[in-house]
């Protein structure tokens, strides 16, 4: 075949493609269209220029707005939720508007001060725990609707937690959407405090009010964007169920308590802090809020073997525990790499199942969520705040639970921890904040407080202080000190450092509370367990766990030892386990 012809062939084939496409085009151009429309609204921000503002004074008005916003919600379930209110003479006055927005550039707001209550189907949409209600601090606007109107709010989200997932800064409303949008929302307080219960709004008002709920819809899809990174030329949608599983632990938690306790873990954990870098950290001349991990260039697992007395593999330990053994003249060291040390005495147990192969499995060093080699802290999966109540069969081998994450996924699960707390507290009724009523420790007496203040302003100020004045103090004190006939300064010594706390009898800490009624009631201690391992591995969903671990261990471990005579039946039945029936020639336990 001569070139010419060659060429006209190629060329007849390249037209025939084209003319399909073009056949394909044109006949499913509305799916084709519709496709591309939904994965743009999906993956990229709406245009806060291009917006569509409805006002709802009357329940009347509302049904329609209300319909399509439920519309909207059944493409993309997450609406921008805010609301404004006025103050009067230092008092709050209910709730007068509510600002929803979707994705599609839609915001209602309802003027709750002209309609007095929450029409049906707007409450149905609140309480609908499947669409996600975002904003900086929600739940302190719900909290103000469920006062005033007795409507609940259900799935807040502090667009705040996902911007520190996405390893962000966590900002206020105004520079999320600077940062994330590149859009500056009109923030001034004349705005923000100006009359939301006039008769007509002015319409800087309307746009102030609507660009704070929009804008949270479209910091919600920018960051979710980045919590799921892609090549640009990647147009498909990011999976709505994907970013959902991912911020249900955070959802109705109030970021500034999650955040709070997160930090509170970390400074805890301080000591467990293992960062692996050749570079010293810059000295930091200005004081910062957040806090800087330690560093220490050593590997967390040495991976070190341990052997039996006949050469059969028990566990993999750290050098420290090694050499330690051969210091006690209680083994021998057989082989240098790996370090290996050989036991001169029989252990009370041997390797047995799967639980004994999780031991003698190599672990690595690093994180187990996203694999991070250079940093990492230790996490206990199971909070030491409720392992140091267990007894002593089950906290004395954690290691099963002592897992490596570095420090973005460390913060990231030690704030998720916070709503299994929360839950904990309310079902074993033991508040975890140290804050919440018959949780604190010590009281203060109001009569020892008196008489210490009394005995401190007259041994500092006795000169100052008005003859009538004097007067109580002295009767205040020598009411307490019946003995005293005058007053001396030995006495006001006395007074002003006498100790005004006294023990609550209340008072259970929060872990050992929690721990008592699942032995007493919940099924054990080892469905307790469970409760926070799986809690881990849905909200953290790690990539990189050793192999064999498992929700069961320590179960399957206590039934290991039972069956080998190594347990009492008094914390098999603490750990929610059967106990081991004897032989009927003995005396049962």
């Known amino acids: 075949m001569s070139t010419q012809a060659t ?20 006949r499913h151009r509305r799916s084709i269209l519709g496709t591309l429309i939904r994965t743009c609204n999906l993956r990229f921000p709406l245009n806060l220029n291009h917006k569509r503002i409805e006002v709802i004074n009357s329940v009347h008005e509302s049904q329609s707005v209300i319909r399509e916003l439920k519309s909207h919600c059944e493409t993309f379930k997450v609406l921008g939720f805010d609301c404004e209110w006025i103050t009067v003479g230092g008092s709050r006055r209910p709730v007068a508007l509510l600002q929803l927005s979707s994705h599609k550039g839609l915001c209602a707001l309802f003027r709750l001060c002209h309609m007095k ?21 929600p739940q302190e606007d719900a909290m103000k609707l469920s006062h005033d109107f007795g409507v609940g709010v259900a799935s807040t989200l502090d667009l705040r937690f996902m911007a520190v997932m996405a390893g962000h800064k966590a900002e206020g409303l105004g520079k999320l959407s600077k940062t994330h949008l590149n859009f500056v929302l009109d923030k001034n307080w004349r705005l923000a405090c100006s009359n939301w219960e006039a008769k007509q709004l002015e319409p800087a008002q309307l746009n102030y009010a609507a660009n704070d709920a929009l804008a949270a819809v479209a ?13 640009f030329w990647n147009l498909r949608a990011v999976k709505f169920d994907v970013v959902r599983n991912k911020i249900e632990p955070f959802l109705d938690v109030d970021f500034t308590k999650g955040y709070a306790a997160s930090l509170a873990l970390d400074r805890a954990s301080s000591s467990s802090t293992h960062v692996l870098t050749a570079k010293p950290k810059p000295k930091i001349k200005k004081r910062q809020q957040c806090r800087f991990l330690g560093t220490q260039s050593k590997a967390f697992y040495d991976n070190c073997l341990l052997e039996a007395p006949d050469g059969e593999l028990l566990c ?15 083994g021998t060291q057989i082989n240098e790499q790996p370090f290996t040390v050989r036991l001169n005495f029989e252990p009370a147990g041997r390797a047995v199942g799967d639980v004994g192969r999780y031991y003698q499995t190599p672990k690595e060093n690093q994180c187990v969520v996203c694999g991070r080699r250079d940093a990492y802290i230790r996490k206990n999966v199971v909070p030491r705040e409720y392992r140091k109540h267990f007894p002593v069969v089950m906290k004395s081998h954690t290691s099963h639970d002592v897992l490596l994450l570095c420090p973005s996924c460390h913060q990231k699960s030690n704030i998720s921890d916070h709503k299994i707390r929360t839950m904990l507290g309310n079902k074993c009724e033991a508040p975890p904040f140290k804050h919440s009523e018959g949780v604190c420790k010590y009281t203060e007496d109001k009569e020892l407080k008196r008489v210490k203040s009394a005995g401190k302003a007259l041994l500092l100020q ?47 800490q929060h872990g050992e509370k929690v721990v008592q009624m699942y032995c007493d009631k919940y099924g054990g201690l080892v469905e307790l367990e469970r409760l926070w391992r799986e809690h881990f591995l849905h909200t953290m969903q790690p990539k990189f766990l050793p192999e064999l671990w498992n929700v069961n261990h320590n179960a399957s471990r206590l039934e290991v030892r039972a069956s080998e005579g190594r347990v009492d039946n008094a914390d098999l039945l603490v750990a929610g386990l059967e106990p081991v029936v004897k032989d009927s020639t003995t005396n049962a336990c």
């Open 219 to 231: 910091i919600f899809q920018k960051l979710s964007a980045d919590l799921e990174p892609r090549h």
């Open 117 to 137: 209550q929450i029409p049906k189907d707007l409450r149905e949409l609140l309480e609908d725990d499947n669409v996600i209600k975002v904003g900086v601090a």
């Open 7 to 26: 060429n006209r062939t190629k060329h007849l084939a390249v037209l025939a493609a084209g003319l399909g496409l073009v056949y394909v085009l044109a």
């Open 316 to 330: 993999t330990i750290d050098r420290r525990k090694a050499t330690w053994y051969l210091n006690q003249n209680l």
């Open 462 to 508: 006795g000169e100052r202080i008005p003859s009538p004045k004097v007067a109580e103090m002295h009767k205040t004190l020598l009411d307490y000190y019946a003995d005293e006939t005058e007053i001396s300064q030995e006495l006001l010594r006395r007074a002003a450092e006498l100790d005004c706390r006294v023990e609550n009898e209340d008072y259970c």
